[in-house]
T-cell receptor, first 114, second 112 residues
Framework: DAGVTQSPTHLIKTRGQQVTLRCSPK?????VSWYQQALGQGPQFIFQ???????QRGNFPDRFSGHQFPNYSSELNVNALLLGDSALYLC?????????????FGSGTQLSVL | DQQVKQNSPSLSVQEGRISILNCDYT??????FLWYKKYPAEGPTFLIS?????DKNEDGRFTVFLNKSAKHLSLHIVPSQPGDSAVYFC???????????FGTGTRLKVLA
């Protein structure tokens, strides 16, 4: 059973460029969340997609956008990259349950903005 | 404003002894608390959770204690093993918000 897969694993971009990160959820999961983990920090919630809609959004600018496809896979797009966008981007999948949603994380995409 | 805090960036413990990792929070609306473990080059993996209506939850070598009045939780690992060496994140969740608030993590090193 494949877990959460993310691509690419590493990416180097220049300020002002745009980037697309991809995520395939764990089999049986229909919900995808994206988190940003800066160096020395904990993961910070960007947004969550469910039924191809953004269900919740964290405190990130509109430069961060996403999409969920009918097969539940998801993309994270970041426009007009800033140096401060350099971070590990984690995708997590889940399925609704009672109480909290247990997140299953991928290994992440390490984005470096030069 | 950091709603979940892990004030110890690192902790070293001898193999076989107890590891205690601490977490403080400020938002009384959190109704679940979770611990995730992260190895290098891997995503965080779920370890154990506790509901805000409980004060203790145990799973094998791992026990989480919640003190609501102090807004404090702790993770106990007994006995500690070298394979437990990882970064541990405390996370808090409010039902219906669909998002976790993570602490900054504590790097645990278990010495053989």
């Amino acid at each position: 059973d494949a877990g959460v897969t993310q691509s690419p694993t590493h990416l180097i971009k220049t300020r002002g460029q745009q980037v697309t990160l991809r995520c395939s959820p764990k089999s049986g999961h229909d919900t995808v969340s994206w988190y940003q983990q800066a160096l020395g920090q904990g993961p910070q919630f960007i947004f969550q997609y469910y039924e191809e809609e953004e269900r919740q959004r964290g405190n990130f600018p509109d430069r961060f956008s996403g999409h969920q496809f009918p097969n539940y896979s998801s993309e994270l797009n970041v426009n007009a990259l800033l140096l401060g966008d350099s971070a590990l981007y984690l995708c997590a999948s889940s399925t609704p349950g009672s109480g909290y949603e247990k997140l299953f994380f991928g290994s992440g995409t390490q984005l470096s903005v030069l | 404003d950091q709603q979940v805090k892990q004030n110890s960036p690192s902790l070293s413990v001898q193999e076989g002894r107890i590891s205690i990792l601490n977490c403080d929070y400020t938002n009384s609306m959190f109704d679940y608390f979770l611990w995730y473990k992260k190895y290098p080059a891997e995503g965080p993996t779920f370890l154990i959770s506790i509901s805000s209506i409980k004060d203790k939850n145990e799973d094998g070598r791992f026990t989480v204690f919640l003190n609501k009045s102090a807004k404090h939780l702790s993770l106990h690992i007994v006995p500690s093993q070298p394979g437990d060496s990882a970064v541990y994140f405390c996370a808090a969740y409010t039902s219906g918000t669909y998002k976790y608030i993570f602490g900054t993590g504590t790097r645990l090193k278990v010495l053989a």
